[in-house]
């Protein structure tokens, strides 16, 4: 047992500086839902140590697991506070999830005699449904990796999350049975959707190709704009990313974008291919109520 605990003691002392560390070095290759797995982890085996130190264990367990989970609170604080000197920013959604991490940590040390087991499961029901939506967009990913050229077809079942906005549909479809459905608000600035995970690495591919269908008699103007990880570093100027607007007629329109334009979009630098951040699919137009979808997005080589 004592043996854990120091393994346990030197796994704390060597994640700590990981959040002090600037992520964009390796955000290619560790997908961000991993950090929500790291926060809950980490200071739920941060409670469970802390709730075992000697000094506390004299204490009532009530007292002792409110006290480790305002010192976790405190110290999550702190660490938010100073990251931005070292390059990162700040979450409130990180301190939520360390607190996730400590109650959970905190009930395992329930005594007998006190409703253990509901608060063990309380907690892990908690903390699945904290994690459900990063281990669906891992499982997803996965999915991604296996479709890629192909970006979004909408036909698996978690694909659309992909997307920031957008539900599927099995009304209209380009390819197989459903697209996903954009509604558009006339109040809504800039109103779309935005890809915002699993690009893969575009470059040796010819054309973006996507495919957008207007309901509507009324032609619908719809931008496309493409940024790399620098790009929102740089605070997204528009000169420092790919812009381009198109016209949707009623019915089906297959849009046809050259990669090799994407490339030079930035007025003093190439964007990077193999670091993209977003997609953006948006129009800010409208002024009533529209209704678009969005299918078949892809990379080709000719």
Known sequence: MRLLRLL????ILGIVPLFFVDPDGWSRHIPAEVYDFGHVGFFGLLAL???????????????????????ILLLGIAIELLQ???GRSAGLRDI??????AAAGVSLRAPRGTPRTRLMITAAAVVVLELQGPAIALWDRGIARAQFPVLSEFETRFEHRRWSSGVPDDTVARTGERSLRLDLEPEARDAGTTLRRSFGDWSGYAWLEMSLYNPDDEPLRMTVSIRDRLSLKHGDPYHDRFDRSFTLERGWNDLRISIADIREAPAERSLH???LAEVEIFTSTHQQHHTFYLDRVRLTLD
């Open 49 to 71: 140590l802390t709730m075992g130190v000697p000094w506390l264990r004299t204490c009532s367990y009530p007292l002792r697991a409110g006290l480790v989970l305002m010192l």
């Open 8 to 11: 346990a003691i030197a796994l």
């Open 84 to 86: 931005p000197l070292f």
């Open 96 to 101: 939520w999830q360390n607190m996730i991490g």
């Open 273 to 275: 291919l193999s670091d």
